[in-house]
């Protein structure tokens, strides 16, 4: 479906941002964002307790 220039191109790009720091921030609320909604998730799976 992709050339593989495009995806070696996509992977390179991504590795350099991710490398120089610039965009650890928003890496940092994607993965708060993503932790949180696991959370909910599983609490929501969960049984509820019941006494």
Not at 1 to 24: E, P
Request: proline fraction near 2%.
């Amino acid at each position: 479906m992709y050339n593989v220039s495009t995806g070696a191109a996509a992977a390179g790009t991504g590795g350099a941002l991710a490398a120089t720091g610039a965009v650890s921030l928003v890496w940092a609320f994607v993965a708060a964002f993503t932790l949180l909604s696991a959370g909910l998730a599983l609490k929501r799976i969960a049984p509820a307790r019941t006494r």
